[in-house]
């Protein structure tokens, strides 16, 4: 069951926040359900759930995204911690093309983003130990694996100052800029 589903800035993206039932032993919540997403207006068919870790407040992950056949619709959530979570449109022919949404997903705030197929994402961890989970709709492709540089002053991004130095994979780092990205999102 869903509490609240709130476009954000750009078409498609969404926060979701599931309903949490809760009493002194703690709380029960339905973070996913087939049903709850189609009585919202989604149909996705998820194939497969990520974990990731990150130890340290600062880490940059992304903005990732994959290839045609296996572009991929996503539903992110935080089940420790908190990031920044970010959405960038990267279809070509979309008037929202280069442009970004943004929000903070916590454990604390129990929310989640929904974000379709031909928008890149990453997040930065805004405190140590976070563990941030999503499902997809389709399977990891090695081969069709792609990145968009965090730093494109084309797309400019407003990421949060966190007190330290980004740490960034060697992927991130050298990851192309948007315009010189494979994009190939209708």
Known sequence: MLDDVRPLALEGIYELRP???????????????????AAAGFDIDFVQDNHSFSAAKGVLRGLHFQKAPAEQDKLVRVTRGAVFDVAVDIRPRSATFGQWAGITLSAELWNQLLIPSGFAHGFLTLTESCEVQYKVSAPYRGDLDRAVRYDDPAIGIDWPDVGVAYQLSAKDRDAPLLGDAETDFS
Request: proline share 0%.
């Open 19 to 37: 309903a949490r039932i809760g009493d002194e032993r703690g709380f029960f919540s339905e973070v996913w359900s087939r049903e709850a997403m």
